[in-house]
């Protein structure tokens, strides 16, 4: 009876499958049924609404994250040294 209660409410995905949906979800890949048990499961499931944010939150903080540029003078330094090398006559 609970079963298919849940089954009719949308609620049927337990966490673990959830979270297997996780990356779909964040990349709005899943088909609208998914989608929409998916967020009911987030709804009704607090462990699993606190692991979305989370996973949310590494990503931006990964696209917020550049590589550092370096310094000009590294860059010519490196530019000259390059040329210098690739000048030097073969023996
Ligand atoms: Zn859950």
Known sequence: MIQTLKYWL???LNCKEAHQFLTDYVENALDEDLKWRFEQHM???RNCR???AQYKAVIALLHDTAPPKPQ???VAHT???LKNELNK???
């Open 10 to 12: 949308g609620i049927n």
């Open 43 to 45: 709804r009704l499931c």
């Open 50 to 52: 606190v692991y979305l």
């Open 72 to 74: 000009p003078e590294l």
């Open 79 to 81: 530019l000259s040294f």
């Open 89 to 91: 006559p073969t023996s």
